[in-house]
């Protein structure tokens, strides 16, 4: 067990709707960061908050943002969505956004589009 | 633009054998990390390599770094059915103002140890 946790475990849900995932980082640490990982794309990263600020933009969509809240949770909000976006995200929690960037990742949340 | 790949993408390894997966990036570094994967499941840290020359070992894998060459080994040996999963290699690189590090990922070995 990391100490990240996210939510929900599961979602699905139909083209076109929006979904919120959530996700807790371990006690201590700063920075979040959300990835998508699908069979096709791999493990993509896709954007970074460090004490409630964006700190890097991966290959986000547009339909997709994030942010990070003052007790430091993160929730990823997914809009309009399409049957490619189906897949498994990842949040994963550090320390801090400097140095020393080893990440520890959360169960993830599997997103079904149908 | 920092790349990142790992070879073989594939491995099928009998159980007692040893093998070596190779971790190759594109941009100076000296920051590397490896991560395993079990299907469905969550990136477990494996391994995290802070310098040139680093070597760190763990039951039985081992990991190294040459910065100079810009590859990370993960060696095998004597392999078990347990290791089978897959194995991710990261490398941390600044952005370019040098405040904020960002992990890029290879696309993963998957690793199957057959009795």
């Known amino acids: 067990d990391s100490g990240v946790t996210q939510t929900p475990k599961h979602l699905i849900t139909a083209t076109g709707q929006r979904v919120t995932l959530r996700c807790s980082p371990r006690?201590?640490?700063?920075?979040v960061y959300w990835y998508q990982q699908s069979l096709d794309q791999g493990l993509q990263f896709l954007i970074q908050?460090?004490?409630?600020?964006?700190?890097a933009k991966g290959n986000i969509l547009e339909r997709f943002s994030a942010q990070q809240f003052p007790d430091l949770h993160s929730e990823l909000n997914l809009s309009s969505l399409e049957l490619g976006d189906s897949a498994l995200y990842f949040c994963?929690?550090?320390?801090?956004?400097?140095?020393?960037?080893?990440?520890?990742f959360g169960p993830g949340t599997r997103l079904t589009v149908l | 633009e920092l790349k990142v790949e790992q070879n073989p993408l594939f491995l099928s390894m009998q159980e007692g054998k040893n093998y070596t997966i190779y971790c190759n990036y594109s941009?100076?570094?000296?920051?590397l990390y490896w991560y395993r994967q079990d299907p469905g499941k969550s990136l477990e840290s494996l391994f995290v390599?802070?310098?040139?020359?680093a070597v760190k070992q763990e039951g039985r894998l081992m990991a190294s770094l040459d910065t100079k060459a810009r590859l990370s080994t993960l060696h095998i040996t004597a392999a078990v059915h347990d290791l089978s999963a897959t194995y991710f290699c990261?490398?941390?690189?600044?952005?370019?103002?040098?405040?904020?590090?960002?992990?890029?990922f290879g696309k993963g070995t998957l690793l199957t140890v057959n009795p």
């Open positions: 990261a490398v941390d690189l600044p952005n370019s103002g040098g405040s904020n590090y960002k992990l890029t």
């Open positions: 994963a929690s550090s320390v801090a956004a400097g140095f020393f960037n080893e990440q520890f």
């Open positions: 941009t100076t570094s000296d920051r």
């Open positions: 390599l802070l310098s040139n020359g």
């Open positions: 908050y460090y004490n409630g600020e964006e700190r």
């Open positions: 006690s201590g640490d700063l920075s």
